[in-house]
T-cell receptor, first 114, second 117 residues
Framework: SQQGEEDPQALSIQEGENATMNCSYK?????LQWYRQNSGRGLVHLILIRSNEREKHSGRLRVTLDTSKKSSSLLITASRAADTASYFCATDAGAETSGSRLTFGEGTQLTVNP | DGGITQSPKYLFRKEGQNVTLSCEQNLNHDAMYWYRQDPGQGLRLIYYSQIVNDFQKGDIAEGYSVSREKKESFPLTVTSAQKNPTAFYLCASSIFPIRVGRHQPQHFGDGTRLSIL
């Protein structure tokens, strides 16, 4: 099965509300990354959190990482209709010389209603 | 502007035919990757390359082949041996971690959608 598993699979909220997505993984990691994908497009990198970090912020995004529970969460505050997209977590669990080979979860489809 | 260009955007394959998907980057990245995405699913790694003239199989390499003759280019061939090729194919690149440290994001192209005729 996938290294990263996200929940919920789908999330529908109203504009202005906060959206929280969760990701669980199975093995030790170097870092965990969150990506966004608009329909029919490529992925866009949002934020990277290293295994020795617990929380990271970028604009309206807040990511937490709990390595003891092998889980991460992505919080989007004050959501906008333009935040509607699929969100994926990806884990880097490779050796130091193996390149940033990532394993992706199946994603959360976020819909923000105006 | 630097980025990754995938072409064509849409591609149709006939039975028994090999098709090649193009991926070009001008980010001066060492590492390049090919992923397959099925509807409603995450990405699965097909092949990746860390340096020119070298590449490794990912999780689902059967029925696919790649080459890396130039740093900027990493074409993917979907062979007739791939019996279920209909999917969205994404190419990505990243700086090789030995150069700048482990924690690097991947940069993605806008994908090629492959269908069977």
């Amino acid at each position: 099965s996938q290294q990263g598993e996200e929940d919920p699979q789908a999330l529908s909220i109203q504009e202005g509300e906060n959206a929280t997505m969760n990701c669980s993984y199975k093995t030790s990691i170097n870092n965990l990354q969150w990506y966004r994908q608009n329909s029919g497009r490529g992925l866009v990198h949002l934020i990277l959190i290293r295994s020795n970090e617990r929380e990271k912020h970028s604009g309206r995004l807040r990511v937490t990482l709990d390595t003891s529970k092998k889980s991460s969460s992505l919080l989007i505050t004050a959501s906008r209709a333009a935040d509607t997209a699929s969100y994926f977590c990806a884990t880097d669990a490779g050796a130091e010389t193996s390149g940033s080979r990532l394993t992706f979860g199946e994603g959360t489809q976020l819909t923000v209603n105006p | 502007d630097g980025g990754i260009t995938q072409s064509p955007k849409y591609l149709f394959r006939k039975e028994g035919q090999n098709v090649t998907l193009s991926c070009e980057q001008n980010l001066n990245h060492d590492a390049m990757y090919w992923y397959r995405q099925d509807p409603g699913q995450g990405l699965r790694l097909i092949y990746y390359s860390q340096i020119v003239n070298d590449f490794q199989k990912g999780d689902i390499a059967e029925g696919y082949s790649v080459s890396r003759e130039k740093k900027e280019s990493f074409p993917l061939t979907v062979t007739s041996a791939q019996k279920n090729p209909t999917a969205f194919y994404l190419c990505a690149s990243s700086i090789f971690p030995i150069r700048v440290g482990r924690h690097q994001p991947q940069h993605f192209g806008d994908g090629t959608r492959l269908s069977i005729l």
